[in-house]
T-cell receptor, first 112, second 112 residues
């Protein structure tokens, strides 16, 4: 049984470029979460979806960040334009509605 | 909204000793409290959770206790082993929709 799948696993890009992170949740899970983890700020919830609908995006740092979930098996987190302070590990997690969350392996983003 | 405080931020124990990590939360409506273990460079993994209809739950060497009146919960690890070394995160659900609010993490080091 495949867990949460994220791609790419590592991304290095230059400031000003567009970055797209991808996530495939566990089949049958109704909820999907995007987190950002840094040493300074810890694990931060950016946005989450229930049944493909965004519920709370108050954690999205600014308008440069956007997320979509066009169907139950795919979500993207986009940063445009990227900045060095966006460097972090981005995790996607999925869960049954109000159930246990399972994390993907993460995408390590470096913006130079 | 929910706020989760976690203590201590670092904890060092000798192999075989017990380790205790404590968390407090602010929203009395929270009813789900998971604990995650994150090894260096890896994803957070769910190790144990507790719901508000029970006061204690145990799984081999780990246990979690919950005091809803005082709004705090704790992780107990007995007979610690070097492979228990990791960062541990507590969390509480922030509402009926299923999102989690995480503590800042505790770095546990078990010395052989």
């Amino acid at each position: 049984d495949a867990g949460v799948i994220q791609s790419p696993r590592h991304e290095v890009t230059e400031m000003g470029q567009e970055v797209t992170l991808r996530c495939k949740p566990i089949s049958g899970h109704n909820s999907l979460f995007w987190y950002r983890q840094t040493m300074m700020r810890g694990l931060e919830l950016l946005i989450y979806f229930n049944n493909n609908v965004p519920i709370d995006d108050s954690g999205m740092p600014e308008d440069r960040f956007s997320a979509k979930m066009p169907n139950a098996s795919f979500s993207t987190l986009k940063i445009q334009p990227s900045e060095p302070r966006d460097s972090a590990v981005y995790f996607c997690a999925s869960s049954p509605l109000a159930g246990e969350q399972y994390f993907g392996p993460g995408t390590r983003l470096t913006v130079t | 909204g929910e706020n989760v405080e976690q203590h201590p931020s670092t904890l060092s124990v000798q192999e075989g000793d017990s380790a205790v990590i404590k968390c407090t939360y602010s929203d009395s409506a929270s009813n789900y409290f998971p604990w995650y273990k994150q090894e260096l460079g890896k994803r957070p993994q769910l190790i144990i959770d507790i719901r508000s209809n029970v006061g204690e739950k145990k799984d081999q060497r780990i246990a979690v206790t919950l005091n809803k009146t005082a709004k705090h919960f704790s992780l107990h690890i007995t007979e610690t082993q070097p492979e228990d070394s990791a960062v541990y995160f507590c969390a509480a659900n922030g509402g009926s929709q299923g999102n989690l609010i995480f503590g800042k993490g505790t770095k546990l080091s078990v010395k052989p």
